[in-house]
């Protein structure tokens, strides 16, 4: 959204430019100076208006314009290195932009050197590309014109010119993407012409919130905290931590308010740790991240590490040095920084059972491209993991009512361990979709889960042990209900081995378009994943278009793939009077040749088939979130509003049936 309302204001603004009702906040002057008989120096200097700033001249991909110096005519001269300025640079997280941005206030200074090889016959002329902001609104790119040399008396000269801010257009080589498919190619302006507006004034018909999306992490996060609470590094420390407290001080309520305190600071501790990741990261790039090969393996290996060390065969400890030095801080400091010190010793101490549950946790958070899920994800973990602490601390003889420590905290943690390797496999089936290897299809990824939910069925009923397991003389209740849970689990999935949906993990599993041998009739495939092949056959038929945005990483596409599209209604309707075009954002198929396109004025190159449908949805609809459905007209005009994560089937017919309804009016 944000964005979106940068990218509204830049068009306001060009357009209040256009009539010349803008003041125009950079100052620009060059000037050229000797350094000695062959060489001289371009300075160039920019007073920058209070409260405005002008971006430097490295940024990050994906950002505003960088100041770029372009050299349109050398002649009789050549370019000694490459632009500098020794001017003081800020740099500031920019929540506009989501990245870490440097930029000028108040002025700046740049130079340029440049070899002549005759001081009378040379000529030098180019423009400085630039573009800044101030705290409410940016200005579009804009262009400060230099020359020097024979066409300004041959004389070193001085100028003190102000730029005319100037519009960047649009130089995206889309003729590039057409150079295989002359049936469309005439057509090819007017099906990648933005259609935002358009889009908007039909509202929205649904969608998931970037707040239900935070919901779901935090209720992800606090579930991991439940479960970590149960693990032999935490649960035994519950009793020690609040029995310590409650005999630190003889005033009980003193020791109560310490011992909440002590929750409070495990909650910070773990906040700071999930602001740090996407600090440091970024949510574009950890989004980026999501469907990455190297990242996904990578994750992949780190989970079947982790349920490898939770199976026993060997324990992930931090240096006792590092606990040892935290737990001498705790004794020799006193008062508020005491507590923070004790709770950082629990947080190390506990590493070996929290890390893996952790680090599941932080990957699901990053993969959602949320700023703030790592950080959300953390905070519902720690106040699973704080609140038993401040709760025992008030109610201290609830401690007596605690189930001893024992086997079953082992037991815990194996079934982590399958939980965790049933895990690891997703990882792997996103990075084997984008890039087509074709190791994981949909029978492999089901067979692997069924043995898995089958040898935990097996293991809870004591006939599986592990090296650190005590001996089980009878089961339990609560493990023999988890055990029928478990069989439950894994023959529910065998008759997806021969095509049935399984829409309850239909968010997990690759989808059925990955399946040799399928029985299933019922699922709904696209009819292209090709945009300009699916508007000719949509123009050929006279027949409206359902885009669908998606990924092979997107858990909510595979939802609603799995319980909206198989509904007879839905299925009857894209089927029979759509044309369904489905286009994956983060497929690696390199494209025939890199094009390069600018996109807010900064210059981006599209080499993967997922670049070039990921920016068709960001230029022409203004989105960048899947699953993304848009209705439209074999021409490319929308003709209803788009429609995001919402598995109610009903408005999804409604949805559908209104554009059909608008379809007929277009045509009338």
Known sequence: MRKLLFLFSV????????????????????????????????????EIDKGWHLYSLDLPDGGPQ??????????????????????KLITHFDKQ??????????????????????????SISGYVKYMGCNDKTCLPPSEFAFSFGEKTSNQPTSQSVESQPAIAKDTTQTDTFFANESSVANTTQDLWKPVIEELHAFGNAGGITAETSFLWIFIFGFLGGLLALMTPCVWPLIPMTVSFFLKRSQDRKKAVRQAITYGVAIIVIYLTLGLAITAIFGASALNDLSTNAVFNVLFFGLLVLFAVSFFGAFELVLPSSWTNKLDSKADATSGLLSIFFMAFTLSLVSFSCTGPIIGTLLVQAASMGNLFGPAIGMFGFSLALAIPFALFALFPSWLKQLPKSGGWLNSVKVVLGFL?????????????????????????????????????????????????DSDLPHVSVPRLFLSIVSFAFALYMVPGLWGAPLKAISAFAPPLTTQDFNLYKNEVHAK????????????????????????????????????????????????NDYVLITLFVDDKTALPEVVTINENGTERKLRTLGDKWSYLQRHKFGANAQPFYVLLTPYGMPIGPSYAYDENVEKYVQFLQGGLMQFKLVKQ
């Not at 430019?17 to 920019?46: L, M, N, R």
């Not at 440097?102 to 440049?114: E, L, P």
């Open 66 to 87: 960088p100041t770029k110096f372009v050299f349109e005519k050398l002649e009789g001269a050549k370019l000694l290195g490459k632009p500098i300025s020794d001017s």
């Open 528 to 575: 292209f994943d090709n945009y300009e092949a699916g508007m000719a056959y949509a123009k050929a038929n006279n027949k409206p278009v359902m885009i669908d945005f998606s990924g092979f990483g997107c858990v909510n596409c595979r939802k609603m793939e799995a319980s909206v599209w198989t509904d007879p209604k839905v299925k009857s309707i894209l089927e």
């Open 97 to 122: 932009f989501e990245m870490n941005l440097s930029w000028y206030v108040k002025s700046a200074r740049f130079s340029q050197q440049v070899k002549i090889g005759d001081p009378k016959k040379y």
């Open 11 to 46: 068009i306001l603004l060009s357009a209040f430019t256009a009539f010349g009702q803008i003041e125009e906040p950079f100052h620009w002057s060059s000037k050229i100076v000797d350094v000695d008989s062959s060489t001289k120096e371009i300075q160039y200097s920019v």
């Open 420 to 468: 965790e390797l049933a895990l690891a496999f997703k990882f792997l089936s996103v990075a084997d979709l984008a890039y087509g290897w074709h190791i994981l299809d949909r029978e492999v990824f089901l067979v692997l889960w069924i043995v898995i939910f089958a040898l935990l069925g097996v293991y809870l009923l004591g006939k599986l042990k592990l090296p650190h």
